[in-house]
DNA sequence: GCAAAGAAACCTACCATACGGTATCTTTAT
DNA sequence: ATAAAGATACCGTATGGTAGGTTTCTTTGC
């Protein structure tokens, strides 16, 4: 049956495969009728595998997020140090990375992130706080109502592809990155 | 025990309650979590009797955005007549609908709506329908990439201020709702 | 005008199931 | 040998839903 028992234990294969799976199943059944067998199928591991790793299922749920944050955090952070000018380079940066995030479709882990956030008051802190953080560290190149602007419209627009049933065209949304880079300007 | 039985039977009035409650405990207990117990409790009706309105828990969830989406309708016509220009008369509407749902705070029964579009898969598809079925009817007065950015920044201001934990201010928010009125022009 | 019948509104009691979690056992790696 | 990885079996509970009863409203026949 599962050939987790039969394979060679690749521990954190399977804990990187938790992950996404639990973050595709959130996205899918939304995160209140997320179920660890689900989860646990999707990983072609047991429930008790699974909770071998992740104790409870607030516990995956927050890893899922931790996750995230931490990716999205480095992907920021990259996108950042390819850009020269200064002004609004954080502002740049975040919504490039949300639209790549949103040109890889409601399929994409990130999805779960932002599904997550809403439903779940702790998770809400958690991203209150590392927005205004984010936004603390770049006061000085980002702090201007246009870019805030521009920061709500990135927000928005991800949460539009994830609400739309078809996202929206890939030729749409270049579109719109370029109209919301120039505002940054 | 229950009252409902002995008195004055006004069905009308009953299924009101249990679409207000409904909505009220979607919006402290979150959606996953909501049970038929609570919402039958909150409206003082037994969960018999709510199921003899609402046949299913999907058939209330349904009916309460449904509910929410007919308010949220006539608020954007009410607001669209008020409106005497003609350019992007919808888009105004929209915004200004959404700032005053802003506005009232996470005890709103239209923060449930928000919460539940997002958690949802089917609600989601739900406020697709409805917003394309909007944007077709306008597109003479409302197709325009900057009108597009407009509300996908109030999309984006609505969803921070559902997850800041602190929404931001009054004032903070009068300001941008001016500025986004102002590309709409 | 008024029973009687039928439908609608509502309640009580119950069932089935699915879910989170525990306890324990087997297999693999070091 | 020991610990980690993973599987199996099971439990308690809460929840959605059903069945069928009881009370109130509405319609119909006379």
Request: glycine content about 4%.
């Amino acid at each position: 049956m599962s050939e987790a028992h039969r394979r060679e234990k690749q521990p954190e294969q399977v804990r990187r495969s938790l992950l996404d799976q639990a973050a595709r199943c959130a996205v899918d059944q939304g995160l209140g009728s997320l179920t660890l067998q689900a989860v646990a199928d999707a990983a072609s591991v047991t429930k008790g595998g699974l909770l071998h790793h992740f104790p409870s299922k607030q516990a995956l749920i927050d890893a899922v997020f931790q996750d995230l944050l931490q990716k999205l955090d480095a992907q920021i952070d990259r996108l950042m140090s390819e850009d020269d000018s200064k002004r609004g380079g954080f502002t740049r940066a975040y919504i490039d990375a949300f639209f790549q995030v949103t040109l890889e479709g409601s399929e994409s882990p990130w999805a779960a992130l932002s599904i997550s956030c809403m439903t779940d008051p702790h998770l809400r802190a958690l991203w209150s706080d590392w927005m205004q953080k984010r936004l603390k560290r770049h006061a000085e190149t980002d702090d201007h109502s246009d870019l805030k602007i521009a920061r709500y419209a990135a927000d928005g627009i991800w949460l539009a592809n994830l609400t739309e049933t078809n996202g929206l065209s890939a030729k749409e949304l270049d579109a719109l990155r370029e109209q919301l880079k120039n505002l940054t300007k």
